[in-house]
């Protein structure tokens, strides 16, 4: 494996982690009585936040317009499309 594709693999291992804690922090909120839909919204409030101070508004609403497409695409769904 080149160092450039062990970068990736831990890249992408890491991200799994991340979307597990997420996950986690969702369901503890749930259980405290908060509401999904107010989570996901704080939630995409929070990283686009972050997004916008790491690469800047340029870079984040190119970023954002593809979002449409890629949602009807399936990227962001749980469930397999048939």
Do not use: N, W
Not at 3 to 23: C, G, K, N, P, V
Not at 55 to 73: C, K, M, N, Q, W
Request: with cysteine; hydrophobic share 45%.
């Amino acid at each position: 494996m080149t160092t450039h594709q062990q970068d990736r693999f831990e890249a992408a291992e890491e991200r799994q982690i991340a979307m597990s804690i997420l996950m986690e922090t969702f369901a503890e909120a749930e259980l405290d009585g908060l509401d999904e839909d107010s989570m996901t919204q704080a939630a995409l409030f929070v990283a686009f936040q972050k997004l916008v101070s790491c690469y800047g508004e340029d870079a984040v609403a190119t970023f954002a317009e593809r979002l449409p497409e890629r949602v009807r695409h399936g990227e962001f769904s749980v469930m397999t499309r048939q």
